[in-house]
C-alpha cells in the first residue's frame, strides 16, 4: 500500500504536468487560438506566425498532457481543445493573471489607450436590437472561426475582407465589432477603420469563448 507521502507526490506530479504544457507563451496562444475552433498545424503556424515545425513542436506538448485533440481530415490533421474545461481553464488562468499582475493591466491599457473602443456592451441588449436590425454584430475573425461559432445575428467579415466592404456597410447604423476576446487586436483595428471612414462603431469585448461562459447562446453555420 502507498504511504501518503508517495500518493501525494504522484498525484502533484501529474497535476504539474498542466503546468509545464502552459508553461510557454506561444503555447498559450495555440490554446487561445483553439478556443475559436479546429485548425491544422498549418494554420496555426499562420495565426501564431510561426514556423510549422515550431507549431507541430507546441502541440505535441500540449497533446501530451491531454489538453488537446484531433482528427484527422482527408490529408490533413485538426486539432481541438480536449474538452470544454479546457476553455474554462484558460479563462481562468488569464483572469488570475490580470487580477494578479499589474505588468498585465498597464500593458493592456497602453495599447488601448482609445478607451472609447471598449465601451461596455450589455449581451442581452446588444442580441436584442442585433435581432432587431437596430445593430451590425461584425464578426472580423477569419470566417472558419465565424462558422465553428459566432454570437446571434452577427455578420462574418473578416479584417482582412473589411476595407474593399465598407460601402456594403450603412453609415446610419452602430457597428459593434467583436474578435477572440479582451486580448484580440483584430476589432479594435476594425473600430479604427471604421471610425475614419465615419461609421459609429464600438469594440465588444467579448469573444465567443466568453459570450458562452456568460451563459449566452451561440450561432453555427450548417455543418459544424
Not at 480536449?82 to 483572469?95: C, I, K, M, N
Amino acid at each position: 500500500m502507498k504511504n501518503s507521502k508517495l500518493f501525494k507526490d504522484e498525484l502533484y506530479e501529474q497535476f504539474a504536468r498542466i503546468g509545464k504544457a502552459v508553461a510557454s507563451p506561444r503555447r498559450l496562444e495555440i490554446l487561445d487560438l483553439l478556443c475559436q475552433g479546429e485548425k491544422t498545424v498549418e494554420e496555426l503556424a499562420e495565426h501564431a506566425r510561426i514556423d510549422v515545425k515550431s507549431a507541430s513542436a507546441h502541440l505535441k506538448v500540449l497533446r501530451s498532457s491531454r489538453l488537446l485533440g484531433s482528427r484527422r481530415d482527408g490529408k490533413y490533421m485538426r486539432y481541438r481543445l480536449a474538452d470544454p474545461a479546457v476553455g474554462g481553464f484558460w479563462l481562468s488562468l488569464r483572469s488570475l493573471a490580470r487580477q494578479q499582475l499589474a505588468e498585465i493591466r498597464e500593458t493592456v491599457e497602453a495599447y488601448f489607450e482609445n478607451r472609447g473602443a471598449m465601451q461596455p456592451v450589455d449581451r442581452r441588449t446588444l442580441v436584442s436590437r442585433a435581432r432587431r436590425g437596430d445593430v451590425i454584430v461584425l464578426d472580423v475573425r477569419p470566417k472558419d472561426e465565424f462558422a465553428a461559432g459566432h454570437l446571434p445575428h452577427a455578420r462574418s467579415l473578416p479584417l482582412g475582407e473589411l476595407r474593399r466592404k465598407l460601402s456594403t456597410l450603412p453609415h446610419s447604423k452602430e457597428i459593434v465589432a467583436y474578435c477572440r476576446g479582451p486580448y484580440c487586436v483584430l476589432s479594435f483595428e476594425a473600430v479604427k477603420l471604421l471610425r475614419r471612414r465615419g461609421f459609429k462603431a464600438t469594440r465588444l469585448d467579448d469573444g465567443v469563448l466568453e459570450w458562452q461562459a456568460a451563459g449566452m447562446p451561440v450561432e453555427l453555420l450548417a455543418g459544424h
